[in-house]
T-cell receptor, first 116, second 117 residues
Framework: GAGVSQSPSNKVTEKGKDVELRCDPI?????LYWYRQSLGQGLEFLIY????????KSGLPSDRFSAERTGGSVSTLTIQRTQQEDSAVYLC??????????????FGQGTRLTVV | AQSVTQLDSHVSVSEGTPVLLRCNYS??????LFWYVQHPNKGLQLLLK??????LVKGINGFEAEFKKSETSFHLTKPSAHMSDAAEYFC???????????????FGTGTRLQVTL
């Protein structure tokens, strides 16, 4: 597609329920990132994919959070047993990483998650 | 390890006056540095990037930034602020993992720029 697409754009869920957030990166982009932005806060790194593998998942806040990427394309971030502190905007970004340079990351519009 | 510090959480300038948003970084490897802008209810947009070519980098909308290795700084400037520049600005550092081309983007906490008449 033309840009990074995230769905849903908004999600309201009850505390304790599981949610799944989806990210469609730009076609051909090998790197994919998930970030979380809480109200009035900066961007908090969650996990990074290179292809289908995740060399850095150090930002996942607890074992309730997991992510996968299949076919080197679509990624899903799953939050189990959601808590109110999980409420935030979840941002996905992708970039193309040639072997000798750093490329910019293109961000999606985000999924606003509200846990009530 | 890498980190980035944005020294001001909020900056207010008058329209037509210069803008200075400060950023200092720390990186174990040769870094790439970026500035992103986030307008209210909009997605993040790249303003400019430094990737070890020229130390003075020009970006969109009249912004520029200078990489100073001795000061580990990458401050963002603009000669004359416009009302439309009001937004949140993020300084970002990226450095290669050892042995590969993988990179992780580390964001600063952001600087909110307010532009007044």
């Amino acid at each position: 597609g033309a840009g990074v697409s995230q769905s849903p754009s908004n999600k309201v869920t009850e505390k304790g329920k599981d949610v799944e957030l989806r990210c469609d990166p730009i076609s051909g982009h090998t790197a994919l990132y998930w970030y979380r932005q809480s109200l009035g806060q900066g961007l908090e790194f969650l996990i990074y994919f290179q292809g289908n593998s995740a060399p850095d998942k150090s930002g996942l806040p607890s074992d309730r959070f997991s992510a996968e990427r299949t076919g080197g394309s679509v990624s899903t971030l799953t939050i189990q047993r959601t808590q109110q502190e999980d409420s935030a905007v979840y941002l996905c970004a992708s970039s193309f990483l040639p072997s000798s340079d750093f490329a910019e990351a293109f961000f999606g519009q985000g999924t606003r998650l509200t846990v009530v | 390890a890498q980190s980035v510090t944005q020294l001001d959480s909020h900056v207010s300038v008058s329209e037509g006056t210069p803008v200075l948003l400060r950023c200092n970084y720390s990186s174990s490897y040769s870094p790439s540095l970026f500035w992103y802008v986030q307008h209210p209810n909009k997605g993040l947009q790249l303003l400019l990037k430094y990737t070890s070519a020229a130390t003075l980098v020009k970006g969109i909308n009249g912004f520029e930034a200078e990489f100073k290795k001795s000061e580990t700084s990458f401050h963002l400037t603009k000669p004359s602020a416009h009302m439309s520049d009001a937004a949140e600005y993020f300084c970002v550092v990226s450095a290669s993992y050892t042995g590969g081309t993988a990179s992780k983007l580390t964001f600063g906490t952001g600087t909110r720029l307010q532009v007044t008449l």
